[in-house]
């Protein structure tokens, strides 16, 4: 194919993304870590298997619903019959179904992924325009090959960082706000003694804690996925992380009644930009006549779907821009 799209970032809006342009163009997807879904993601640590980014997702776009009925068909995602310990008071109860990937949350990014392009553990930090298309270049400043198109699917303050001055829709980038998180992952030896698989806390420090091994698929020793709020998160930001988990942990211990600070295993993770507090109110960002375009949950709020919805009406309009030049 002659058409050659770049898109960073291979969360489920790159993989959408990918997926849905590849029978119009020759894609080719960045990421820099080394493994697939971005915030739908999976950390191991031994036999302990732990979700310490999206807990779960909801579908109601029906597109959405199609794929994620689907995806539960191939098993890569999987209906989660939680119980959620709401301590706010009168706080409403949801019916709502709850997915996981399965048999870790990055379930269903591994399954779109196959047979995709991508390259991973590459970090672009810089996109240059090269006679009328763009060069691609690695935090190493290694070329990694020029394109006509460049699609940013990063958060949003890492996509305005990258796009290049020329891209006309870049100024509104500035509007979203996101906003960090702290993620606790506790590893035991035996089973907690909560009234729920998880806790919605309201605290000042603990926005939620998950028995993540009651999860469909987590096979293995039981285990905890503890999230801070995310305003307490933007406030100790750059604080000492043995700081950062004390904290964490004693928060625990007032919501439970358990103190884990001796459990097998623990560990941190620091999510820069975790939540959406201000979304674009767009589904995304192009500027076609530069073959610069962004996508992302962001766009349109902090729901997992939110970043199916973005990257499919941007797909949408980039095949039609294509299939008009």
């Known amino acids: 194919m ?6 960073i970032g291979a969360g489920l809006a790159g993989l959408t993304l990918a997926s849905r342009l590849r029978s119009v163009a020759d894609v080719t997807l960045f990421e820099k870590s080394r493994g697939l879904g971005g915030r ?7 036999d302990h298997r732990f979700d310490h980014g999206a807990q779960y997702f909801t579908a109601r776009d029906p597109a959405f619903l199609s794929l994620t009925d689907e995806m539960t068909r191939l098993g890569a995602t ?20 709850r997915y996981v990937g399965t048999p870790g949350m990055n379930g269903m990014a591994r399954r779109l992924g196959r047979d995709l392009n991508i390259t991973f553990e590459t970090e672009i930090s810089a996109i240059q325009p090269d006679d009328r298309r763009w060069l691609l270049v690695d935090k190493a400043g290694a070329a990694l090959g020029v394109f006509d198109w460049v699609i940013s699917t990063a958060p949003a303050p890492q996509t305005a960082r990258l796009m290049p001055s020329e891209f006309s829709a870049g100024a509104r980038l500035a509007q979203v706000r996101m906003s960090g998180c702290f993620t606790l992952m506790i590893g035991l030896d035996r089973a907690p003694e909560l009234n729920a698989e998880a ?8 926005g939620w804690i998950a028995l993540n091994s009651s999860k469909p698929g987590r096979d293995g020793p ?38 884990f600070s001796n459990a097998p295993h623990r560990d941190l993770h620091r999510w820069r930009f975790a939540n959406v507090e201000t979304p674009l109110g767009a589904p995304f960002l192009i500027d076609a006549g530069l073959g610069l375009a962004a996508a992302g949950d ?4 902090g729901r997992v779907e939110c970043a199916f919805q973005s990257a499919s009406s941007l797909s949408q309009a980039i095949a039609k821009h294509l299939g008009e030049t």
Do not use: F, Q, Y
């Open 199 to 206: 806790i919605r806390a309201h605290h000042p420090v603990v």
């Open 222 to 259: 039981p285990c905890l996925v503890v999230h801070s709020r995310n305003d307490w998160a933007d406030t100790h930001m750059e604080n000492d992380r043995d700081w950062i988990e004390k904290e964490l942990l004693a928060a625990v211990v007032e919501l439970t009644g358990e103190d």
């Open 78 to 97: 999987a209906m989660w019959p939680v119980t959620i310990d709401d301590r706010r008071p009168g706080a409403p109860v949801s019916s709502e179904a």
């Open 40 to 46: 739908m993601a999976e950390r191991r640590r031994g």
């Open 298 to 301: 962001w766009c349109l709020g």
């Open 2 to 7: 002659d058409i050659k799209i770049a898109v």
